[in-house]
């Protein structure tokens, strides 16, 4: 198993405040700033999509740089390849801008700058220790962990829960 980091949902603790959205549109616009940032243009956009479902489920999804990524095998500029950090990244000067990675994303979360007819997706903030989007959560339903630390996490919980018979 990899030591490489992912970002993982807690369902349950998302309240749809979109903190996660404005934290990482500002990370990706020129000046860094939520004051600034809404003057420039383009404006920035976000990579994270939150999603509200029936019974008031809301549901933060993102780019899971899937192992077998469909995009990576799809792209026929080589605009997207595989980082030093285990993220698939799209490289915006390669990109020609056919919707080919688009199509093929089983998660709909690459998105496509329209103004500049490039794809764009979660790039996992290469030049932060912890992502925007994980950073600003407030209550912490996004996790920035790797896959056998998270689910030691919730090993742990399940177990309290069923010691406390809190999950019946």
Same mark, same amino acid.
Request: one cysteine or more; hydrophobic letters at 35%.
């Given at each position: 198993?990899?030591?490489? *980091?992912?970002?993982? $949902? *807690?369902?349950?603790k998302c309240?749809?405040?979109?903190?996660?959205k404005?934290?990482?549109? !500002? @990370? /990706?616009?020129e000046? *860094?700033s939520?004051?600034s940032?809404?003057? @420039?243009? +383009?404006r920035p $956009?976000?990579?994270?999509y939150v999603e509200w479902?029936p019974g008031n489920?809301? !549901?933060? $999804?993102?780019?899971? /740089?899937? &192992? &077998?990524a %469909?995009?990576?095998n799809a792209?026929?500029?080589?605009?997207?390849s595989r980082?030093d950090?285990n993220?698939v990244?799209t490289d915006a000067?390669k990109?020609i801008g056919?919707?080919?990675?688009?199509m !093929?994303?089983?998660y709909g $979360?690459?998105?496509r700058?329209?103004t500049l007819?490039k794809?764009?997706r979660?790039?996992?903030? %290469?030049?932060?220790e912890?992502p925007?989007?994980?950073?600003?959560? +407030?209550?912490?339903a996004?996790v920035? @962990?790797t !896959?056998?630390?998270?689910s030691k996490?919730k090993? *742990?919980?399940v177990s309290r829960e069923?010691?406390?018979? &809190?999950?019946?």
């Amino acid at each position: 198993m990899s030591n490489y *980091k992912e970002i993982f $949902v *807690k369902t349950d603790k998302c309240t749809g405040c979109l903190t996660c959205k404005i934290a990482c549109a !500002v @990370e /990706h616009s020129e000046t *860094k700033s939520l004051f600034s940032a809404i003057r @420039e243009s +383009p404006r920035p $956009v976000s990579r994270v999509y939150v999603e509200w479902l029936p019974g008031n489920a809301k !549901v933060p $999804v993102l780019c899971r /740089h899937c &192992e &077998e990524a %469909p995009c990576l095998n799809a792209c026929i500029s080589g605009a997207i390849s595989r980082s030093d950090t285990n993220a698939v990244i799209t490289d915006a000067g390669k990109c020609i801008g056919c919707w080919t990675c688009v199509m !093929v994303c089983p998660y709909g $979360v690459i998105g496509r700058d329209q103004t500049l007819a490039k794809a764009f997706r979660c790039d996992r903030c %290469p030049d932060r220790e912890i992502p925007a989007c994980v950073g600003a959560c +407030p209550t912490q339903a996004l996790v920035y @962990e790797t !896959v056998d630390g998270f689910s030691k996490t919730k090993r *742990k919980t399940v177990s309290r829960e069923l010691l406390t018979r &809190e999950g019946a």
